[in-house]
């Protein structure tokens, strides 16, 4: 089970999430409280070791803005958080994790859209880091390849692991839920991924 720690900040975070064993870590180039600048992104990237691999969060971006921002930062994936059409995706050189609602109407052709990964996520007016869970069901009959699945929206420690055993997705992304009074939380980090990868622990 992959980890994606979004919504990183700071050094201080970006390091926990490293330590605690993310295996990708996100950062939001668009409007939003965790919203970081591409300088700021790209002195935390290249401090990062080469296992955690990070991801530029965007929202109806410019296809130039978001290959320039790349370069910066180094970026392995470009999360397309808006509506971006097709052309956006396939003209991009990172890998492409494409971020819908989950709707019910939605859902049925997101598997036609060209990306590496499809990300479902809460609805929600601000496009992402609600904080708030979907019915994980709808996911059933969506026809989405479970090995290019990352689920978000609404998961903490206390939840993942019941959605990782519902859901058997690629990877899990979380924001909100490890987070303390807005600040990401090394303790709440550590017990996500604790729980996460708890079939990894198993296998040990
Ligand atoms: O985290 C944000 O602030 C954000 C802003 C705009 C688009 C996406 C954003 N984050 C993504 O939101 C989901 C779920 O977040 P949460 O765990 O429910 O808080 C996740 O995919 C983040 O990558």
Redesign the pocket.
């Known amino acids: 089970m992959f980890v ?1 720690i ?2 990183i900040t700071t050094e201080k975070a970006a390091q926990a999430a490293a330590e605690a064993g993310a295996d990708l870590i ?1 950062f ?1 180039f ?6 970081i600048t591409p300088v700021a992104a790209a002195a935390i990237a290249s401090r990062l070791p080469a296992s955690v691999q990070t ?1 530029g ?1 965007f ?1 109806n971006e410019e296809p130039a803005v978001m290959e320039q921002i790349a370069s910066k930062v180094g970026l392995d994936f470009h ?1 397309l ?1 808006g509506e971006e059409p097709p052309d956006v995706a396939k003209s991009l050189s990172a890998k492409v994790i494409k ?1 819908f609602p989950a709707e019910k109407t939605r859902l049925e052709n997101v598997h036609t859209y060209p990306c590496d990964y499809f ?1 479902i ?2 609805p929600s007016i ?8 979907f019915d994980w069901s709808l996911l059933q009959e969506s026809g989405i390849d479970r090995e290019r699945l ?1 689920l ?5 420690p206390e939840n993942v692991r019941e959605a990782v055993e519902a859901v058997n997705p690629f990877a899990v ?6 987070e303390t009074a807005g600040k990401k939380d090394p303790e709440k980090m550590k017990a996500f991924i604790e729980q996460a990868k708890h079939r990894e622990v198993y296998k040990k």
């Open positions: 994606k979004c919504g996100g939001v668009t409007k939003s409280k965790r919203e991801v969060v929202v999360q958080h971020a990300l996520d809460t601000n496009r992402g880091g609600s904080g708030k869970t990352l978000a929206g609404g998961l903490h992304d979380v924001s909100s839920g490890v």
